[in-house]
């Protein structure tokens, strides 16, 4: 059973970069895309980026001036940072992975986000 | 960016009444990359429905998503205690993913 452990600072001062990581354990870590997603206290969710095993990244353009998300492989990890922070990037941070796999009409995709982490409260605040 | 937009926003019914949810999308979805969450206080999203209307792994078969194009829906036949939480579209194109900005579905 796949399961998402991430960690990273919880209380950053504006200016700062935000920086966390979460690991994969019990799965493929090869086959999938793995996200960063967040959500500001009583809001909804948005989508921050992407990586594969490879390091072949996508981002939100609102947040890609300010995301690096790196992969590394022989952790099965990958980890998300975001520089200049502000009071407005406080948010609840998620990584996430892509799946479930399924083929229609003679293709194969993923298109939504089947395995969670736990989450990580980021506060920013001078 | 194609912008989701749910309705209503929130949804007052009993257990054992069906509740539909809306989700429209700005242009059309691609491929029908449509998914619906499920999300309670202090808990990460739950995946309910992806590529339109396939169930995620161990969603009981209450939960039913349909629609094409710029139109979907999340119909839950027969509400149950458990139910009651907000819910969230989210489409996939061009690499990359948004989120509406839900629907709270609270006890009458």
């Known amino acids: 059973q796949v399961q998402l452990q991430q960690w990273g600072a919880g209380l950053l001062k504006p200016s700062e970069t935000l920086s966390l990581t979460c690991a994969v354990y019990?799965?493929?870590?090869?086959?999938?895309?793995w996200s960063w997603i967040r959500q500001p206290p009583g809001k909804g969710l948005e989508w921050i980026g992407e990586?594969?095993?490879?390091?072949?990244?996508n981002y939100n353009p609102s947040l890609k001036s300010r995301v690096t998300i790196s992969v590394d492989t022989s952790k099965n990890q990958f980890s998300l940072k975001l520089s200049s922070v502000t009071a407005a990037d406080t948010a609840v941070y998620y990584c996430a992975r892509e799946g479930p796999w399924y083929c229609s009409g003679g293709s194969c995709s993923t298109d939504a986000f089947d395995i969670w982490g736990q989450g990580t409260m980021v506060t920013v605040s001078s | 960016e194609i912008v989701l937009t749910q309705s209503p926003g929130t949804l007052s019914l009993s257990p054992g009444e069906r509740a539909t949810l809306s989700c429209r999308a700005s242009?059309?979805?691609?491929?029908?990359?449509l998914a619906w969450y499920q999300q309670k206080p202090g808990q990460a999203p739950r995946l309910l429905i992806y590529?339109?209307?396939s169930r995620a792994t161990g969603i009981p078969d209450r939960f039913s998503g349909s629609g094409s194009g710029t139109d979907f829906t999340l119909t839950i036949s027969r509400l149950e205690p458990e139910d009651f939480a907000v819910y969230y579209c989210q489409q996939y194109g061009s690499s990359q993913y948004t989120f509406g900005q839900g629907t709270k579905l609270e006890i009458k």
């Open positions: 590529g339109t209307s």
């Open positions: 019990g799965g493929s870590f090869s086959g999938y895309y």
């Open positions: 990586i594969n095993h490879s390091g072949s990244t």
């Open positions: 242009q059309s979805v691609s491929s029908s990359y």
